[in-house]
């Protein structure tokens, strides 16, 4: 599939012009469509050939997320654009829920068929359709929906044929009706959407390498920010399995603070930092309103419950159950306060950045430190979020120290003596904890305190600059770690122990990106770019990555994953800067 999108809704659609997911109002909506996870019943918006015998090939409009499905059939040629408005309008993003589709026809005399069945409350909903003069409204959803269109509106009623011999528009609105000239409209849209786009990957630096793959990252990415509040979600989807019958089917339309920080970082290292003024308003905001914790994860509007259920539908490629909500927020994991200092050290610390709210340093910076200290050497659910275990997870214990380190920095520019004191007392103290992890032995940090197994999560340790590069226990920890968690083809396992389900089948993409951001780190350049070569080959025909692959290349999880992306961008810009020193040098 694509995605397309606008920072206020996604949409999913397929080598068929199919929009197979697309919520709204919200990411965290209920799905308008949903044959991704209810082929029957979930409803359909297509736009596609009547008759078989035809293929399709599928592009983006160069540097944006405008999408482009390309038909040749028996009859003819016609092109399906896709486009998400989005442009600057009075100084402000304009960012509408509308889908803008246009249908244009290239060659011959194609018969196609245009259907739009959309869905209310997961399903439950079947809309009844009304026709008005050039629209179709759909009652009982809970907006306003209307597809406005110069196809015979009969036509696309009752799912009947006709043959395309002009440019066609469909334009689909949830909420305020499209009270304006269809094409005129359409048009303007796809342009200056395309223009806006573009204009935002003119302003990003990226090096001299995978400057294609880091492009279609950065773009991914950005669409996972719901630009209303700053908030980030990991993924716009939910239930996708992380292997087949695996009931690992998990609902990521939510902020995760450690997604955020490695979103946020990506984006940093390609030179934009307004997605992380926006993220520090969505965090403000939820840190005033806590008393003594955070949560992993708040829906984007800031919500704190986000109870976890399962829906009556079969699932993608029947993969039950499927779950919105996640139970994860009532779990502790102590490395989001480091999360979030480290996230925010660039706004005090970036001399780019006029940053005009410096001043909260007093409140955030001491709060943070303060929960640093309550949660310093206790369990937590760690950060793949163990239901049935708690352990002193070194990964927890990684971030609280680098959080204590962010702090000291940010204290250290206000000249403030005593949170600087109290911040190098906790880096300190996290430091001396995570010696505990070490096993001298097998010469490597295990996942917890006490504990044998290995974890992918480990080479932050090396990433974060814990280890250092030069040194013999950043070399062997990264040699004990791909003696049993690599696979052949470069693909990388978290772990693989026993846990609260089972034996995990599936690899982590992140965590391949992660072993080719610690190769560069410690100078085997030539493993690195090996490996992330491979690693490319695992993404879909558009260049998206989902959460999992199994060995033999089939992509699993929600989809996209912003989690593998970032570590697509991290691991270039890595190699890249690391080949610039080699040539200075």
């Known amino acids: 599939m694509g995605v397309i999108g606008n920072c206020s809704y996604l949409a999913y659609i397929d080598t068929m012009a199919d929009v197979k997911w697309m919520c709204l109002p919200r990411f965290d909506s209920s799905f308008l469509f949903g044959s991704l996870l209810d082929e029957e019943n979930g409803g359909h918006f297509s736009i596609r050939p009547t008759h078989e015998g035809y293929s399709s090939r599928q ?9 482009c499905t390309e038909f040749t059939c028996n009859d003819g040629r016609f092109l399906v654009k896709d486009c998400a408005p989005r442009m600057r309008i009075y100084e402000r993003q304009f960012r509408p829920l509308m889908l803008v589709r246009k249908i244009e026809w290239l060659e011959g005399s194609p018969a196609i068929t245009v259907c739009c069945q959309p869905r209310g409350d997961y399903g439950k909903i079947v809309p009844e359709s009304v026709i008005a003069s050039n629209h ?3 009652l009982n959803l809970e907006q306003q929906v209307r597809l406005t269109t110069d196809v015979p509106l009969i036509y696309v009623q009752k799912g009947k044929s006709f ?3 002009q ?21 303007g849209f796809i342009r200056k959407t395309t223009e806006d786009w573009q204009t935002w990957v003119k302003s990003c630096y990226l090096p001299d390498i995978y400057q294609d793959e880091i492009i279609r990252s950065a773009l991914v990415l950005k669409l996972h920010q719901y630009e209303d509040t700053g908030g980030i979600i990991a993924s716009g989807s939910t239930s996708l399995p992380e292997f087949h019958d695996s009931t690992r089917n998990w609902d990521y339309r939510y902020c995760w603070f450690r997604d955020a920080h490695y979103t946020l970082r990506a984006f940093n290292q390609i030179g934009h930092f307004e997605e992380l003024e926006k993220y520090f308003d969505y965090i403000y905001n939820i840190l005033v309103n806590s008393t003594d914790s955070l949560q992993p994860l708040y829906s984007i509007a800031g919500d704190r419950k986000l109870f976890e259920v399962s829906l009556d539908l079969p699932g993608y490629q029947g993969n039950k159950p499927v779950r919105i909500g996640n139970k994860a927020y009532i779990q502790s994991q102590h490395d989001v306060y480091g999360q979030v200092l480290v996230s925010l050290l660039p706004l005090y610390t970036d ?3 006029i940053f005009q709210k410096k001043s909260s340093y007093k409140k955030i910076v001491p709060w943070l430190l303060a929960q640093i200290e309550r949660t310093l050497g206790t ?44 911040a190098l007392r906790l880096a300190e103290a996290a430091d001396k904890l995570m010696d505990k992890a070490y096993d001298p032995r097998r010469r490597l940090y295990t ?4 504990s044998a197994n290995l974890d992918a999560g480990t080479l932050a340790m090396i990433t974060m600059d814990y280890l250092d590069h030069d040194g013999d226990k950043a070399k062997n920890h990264i040699a004990a770690l791909e003696k049993e968690l690599l696979t052949d083809n470069g693909l990388f396992y978290r772990y693989k122990h026993y846990d609260d ?49 199994t060995p033999d290349g089939s992509q699993w999880g929600n989809f996209p994953q912003t989690y593998s992306h970032v570590g697509l961008i991290n691991a270039a810009c890595r190699i890249g800067r690391k080949m610039d020193k080699a040539d200075f040098l």
């Not at 070194?394 to 005593?418: C, M, N, P, R, V």
């Not at 996942?447 to 006490?450: K, N, P, S």
Request: net charge negative.
């Open 501 to 549: 389900i089972g034996f995990p089948e599936s690899t982590f993409l992140v965590c391949a990106f992660w072993y080719v951001d610690a190769l560069a780190c410690v100078g085997r350049l030539d493993d690195a770019i090996r490996n992330l070569d491979q690693l490319l080959t695992f993404s879909n025909h558009l260049g998206i990555y989902s959460e999992d692959a």
């Open 136 to 138: 179709i409204r759909f």
């Open 167 to 187: 440019d066609r528009y469909c334009v689909l609105t949830y909420g305020e009706p499209l009270e304006a000239p269809l094409k005129e409209t359409a048009e």
């Open 59 to 67: 592009y983006y409009i160069t540097n944006t997320n405008v999408l």
């Open 447 to 450: 996942q917890a305190i006490g």
């Open 351 to 353: 001399k780019r950045i």
């Open 163 to 165: 043959i395309l011999d």
């Open 379 to 422: 369990p937590d659910s760690g950060l793949w979020e163990f239901r049935n275990e708690v352990q002193v997870h070194t990964y927890s214990l990684l971030f609280q120290w680098a959080g204590a380190k962010a702090a000291h920095k940010i204290a250290a520019i206000f000249s403030d003596q005593e949170l600087m004191r109290k």
